[in-house]
């Protein structure tokens, strides 16, 4: 198994949720500096860019900041890429809009780094600045439910990229103590001569439960503005699928 997830291959899979890229976009409107935590290939981050913003990208992954960078190159936009942990970061620019789409706060596995995070973004933000940020719901633990990790497998997705066919096997092992899921992603793929290859890389999440994100902002000094159960603004609820939020640095 490498180490590094192939830009390519991640996002074969990973393309953020329907409506997303459109809410960002709406939430930036007039913004003039804006940040990216976990910018990955620059998928929303140059669409901000087209819309006249200065925008900034920090990922930890150094092959999507070059790839992220690529992009911006073909399509003839300005970016400033940070190579950096979101955990805990201090950069000389202060943001209108710092941004943490498609569950990338949960990259974060302990809370702890969470926490971390939030706070460095309260410290990041102009006044009168938005934090957006969406993840999935997690589905409420009932006392009953057993401690001992749950694992599932099942085939996500197939591909043929014009080179080979690839199918996408995932196989999760969810930690219910920790909150924490460890997803395994295989690509299976097959040329047409024949030639096969397996690649497979790894990523583990710490979820959050609504409750327990209010207290998160709370204690990073954030206000929640608002917190949404899809893109399209409609109310959170129990049966959401995820959740979308806006925060802002809580007054004194």
């Not at 976009?25 to 819309?51: D, M, P, T, W």
């Not at 749950?150 to 043929?160: D, K, L, Q, S, Y």
Request: hydrophobic share 35%.
């Amino acid at each position: 198994m490498t180490t590094e997830y192939d830009p390519e291959l991640y996002h074969l899979l990973h393309r953020g949720n329907p409506g997303d890229m459109d809410w960002y976009v709406r939430r930036c409107q007039g913004a003039q500096n804006i940040l990216e935590l976990g910018c990955g290939n620059g998928r929303i981050l140059l669409r901000l860019a087209q819309s006249g913003s200065s925008v900034f990208g920090m990922d930890c992954s150094k092959l999507m900041l070059t790839r992220c960078a690529e992009r911006f190159h073909r399509a003839g936009s300005r970016v400033e890429l940070i190579h950096g942990d979101m955990a805990a970061f201090a950069l000389p620019w202060r943001f209108d809009r710092i941004l943490i789409p498609y569950n990338s706060l949960y990259c974060l596995t302990t809370k702890a780094q969470q926490l971390a995070c939030l706070k460095s973004v309260g410290a990041h933000l102009e006044p009168g600045g938005q934090l957006l940020f969406d993840a999935y719901a997690a589905d409420p633990v009932s006392g009953s439910e057993e401690s001992t990790p749950t694992v599932h497998e099942h085939i996500v997705a197939n591909f043929h990229n014009g080179e080979r066919h690839i199918e996408v096997r995932e196989r999760s092992e969810e930690d219910l103590d920790k909150q924490q899921i460890n997803a395994t992603y295989a690509y299976y793929s097959t040329w047409d001569d024949g030639r096969t290859q397996l690649d497979s890389w790894s990523i583990l999440q710490r979820y959050i439960f609504p409750e327990q994100l209010f207290n998160l902002l709370e204690e990073a000094g954030l206000a929640l503005e608002g917190i949404y159960g899809d893109f399209d603004q409609s109310p959170f609820s129990q049966t959401s699928h995820h959740m979308v939020v806006v925060a802002s640095i809580k007054e004194p």
